[in-house]
T-cell receptor
């Protein structure tokens, strides 16, 4: 069965520092992978997605993610974090097709000034 | 372009009461989803509609949850009777290719 693991429940970084949020997936075929961000009281917003092709994908708000098939990972990165990036981040895999999303448990990002 | 609308935003009920949530998807989006997001967890798909037909409701607790999509546009999700473990945020999403999420309804069952 498909599954997504986000090992870090809570991460704290200083503003301006670099960021990497980890995501590992379990899926038999080539996965469709997504990162979403959820600010308090808001719905989920798509940051970026990977379907095929270049394994380094660029998203909105300066985020990028790299698909590594050998490690079953799709880690999210940002070179310099802003205070407004504080939110909950969810990794998701598209099960069977892109319609059915299976989400990880999320990583809460806290940013200190 | 207007986003996915949901109402109410917050609801507090006692166990065994009933509750209904409403979702208005983005215009033209044929696919509509309801997710349940329990505190500390990722969203879990409850039901998926394609136009006004159900594509997947395998995770919907049908003894107490029901959902419909009127004329392939708006949708309602109902819980009757509610249990304490139903306390969660209920998210609606719609899609053409990517899923766009509404702000959710936070349900507290006491």
């Amino acid at each position: 069965a498909q599954s997504v693991t986000q090992p870090d429940i809570h991460i704290t970084v200083s503003e301006g520092a670099s960021l990497e949020l980890r995501c590992n997936y379990s899926y038999g075929a080539t996965p469709y992978l997504f990162w979403y961000v959820q600010s308090p009281g808001q719905g989920l917003q798509l940051l970026l997605k990977y379907f095929s092709g270049d394994t380094l994908v660029q998203g909105i708000k300066g985020f990028e993610a790299e698909f590594k098939r050998s490690q079953s990972s799709f880690n999210l990165r940002k070179p310099s974090v802003h205070w407004s990036d504080a939110a909950e981040y969810f990794c998701a895999v598209g099960a069977d097709n892109t319609d059915k999303l299976i989400f990880g448990t999320g990583t809460r990002l806290q940013v200190f000034p | 372009e207007a986003g996915v609308a949901q109402s109410p935003r917050y609801k507090i009920i006692e166990k065994r009461q009933s509750v209904a949530f409403w979702c208005n998807p983005i215009s033209g989006h044929a696919t509509l989803y309801w997710y349940q997001q329990i505190l500390g967890q990722g969203p879990k798909l409850l039901i998926q509609f394609q136009n006004n037909g159900v594509v997947d409701d395998s995770q919907l607790p049908k003894d107490r949850f029901s959902a419909e999509r009127l004329k392939g546009v708006d949708s309602t999700l109902k819980i009757q009777p509610a249990k304490l473990e139903d306390s969660a945020v209920y998210l609606c999403a719609s899609s053409l290719q990517e899923q766009y999420f509404g702000p959710g309804t936070r349900l507290t069952v006491t």
